[in-house]
């Protein structure tokens, strides 16, 4: 096959996995109206309809998607090898491109990954923000970040952080209106700050245990936000309770500008993992990104977990 029909191929593949001729021009650096052409090219040369268009979408047909199948996977292959050819240089190079929750990324990522980029400046690091649990494989990334507990066994998975703890926070002058809660039910007197993610729907609920027992709480407030540093200052303004990852209200509750309260409802539970497909040829440069983000104990060992917990935004 001529390299011409290579290239249509390549863009087939890119158009099908995005959806959308728009986003895959973007990715492959042409026009929308020469990425069509290129497809109308592809199918009139097979004599077979590859793609169903809409004015809202674009999804492959049956034919497409034995394509897709068969083709795209060759792709990853010819790309991966071809990264791999950087081990031949003397210094690690490459785009990383990394999906994870916002949470993650500031707490983990940012302060493990800044200093390996002043020390290695031909290695990019592209971190993508995302509530959605990005498939990976399909949407191009080379790893994500999910608590341990949500990786797919098909993955491979590497500690990146310590366990978690959620608390809840409010101000003394919240206080000074309204009583501490003592238990999980009496939040329902309170001022919540709720946080609703897109990969649940609906407002997501405050999740306790205590001695064995798990209880979820819905909570009632005035304010909403679908990430937690808004949650967070909302807090800090007097708004109302905020139910936050510990590591981010903690320097807040050592100054004495936020209270911790229901401690004891509040258990650790699994870190986060880096998590990338097992079939992945590690280049240099990713190899230098797991062992920065690599979670060390320092001989200490690790507290007990509890599973089942959803994602701190």
């Known amino acids: 096959m001529s390299r011409a029909n290579l290239n ?4 087939f593949v890119c158009v099908a996995r995005t959806g959308s001729f728009t986003r895959a ?3 492959l650096g042409v026009s929308q109206s020469a990425l069509s052409h290129t497809i109308r090219g592809l199918e009139a040369r097979l004599g077979i309809r590859l793609l169903t268009r809409t004015t809202r979408s674009v999804a ?5 998607e034995r394509l897709l199948a068969t083709v795209a996977p060759r792709f990853d292959d010819i790309e991966a090898e071809l990264a791999a050819l950087s081990e031949l240089r003397d210094k690690p190079a490459g785009t990383i491109r990394i999906t994870t929750a916002e949470h993650a990324a500031n707490q983990v990522l940012w ?3 800044s200093p390996l980029l002043r020390d290695y400046p031909d290695v990019r690091i592209e971190i993508s923000v995302d509530y959605g649990l990005t498939d990976i494989v399909a949407d191009r990334f080379d790893a994500g970040v999910r608590l341990g507990d949500q990786v797919a066994r098909d993955m491979i998975a590497v500690r990146i952080g310590p366990d978690l703890r959620m608390t809840v926070v ?5 206080f000074s209106r309204r009583p501490p809660p003592q238990t999980p039910h009496d939040l329902a007197a309170h001022d919540c700050i709720n946080l609703r993610l897109p990969t649940y729907g609906g407002l997501l609920p405050w999740e306790f245990e205590k001695d064995g027992h798990r209880l979820n709480v819905r909570v009632e407030g005035q304010w909403t936000f679908n990430a937690t540093q808004p949650r967070l200052r909302a807090a800090l303004a007097g708004c109302g309770l905020a139910f936050v990852p510990e590591d981010m209200a903690q320097p807040h509750i050592d100054e004495g500008r936020l209270i911790p309260v229901l401690a004891d409802w509040c258990p650790r539970f699994t870190g986060y993992h880096l998590y990338y497909p097992s079939r992945r040829q590690t280049s240099p440069a990713f190899a230098l990104v797991v062992e920065a983000l690599r979670h060390r104990e320092c001989g200490r060992s690790a507290s007990p977990t509890v599973t089942g917990r959803t994602t701190p935004a």
Do not use: F, V
């Not at 249509?8 to 863009?11: E, G, H, R, S, V």
């Open 8 to 11: 249509d191929l390549q863009a």
């Open 25 to 27: 021009a973007a990715q």
């Open 60 to 64: 492959p047909t049956e034919a497409g």
């Open 111 to 113: 302060p493990k990954l």
């Open 170 to 174: 409010g101000t003394a002058d919240y």
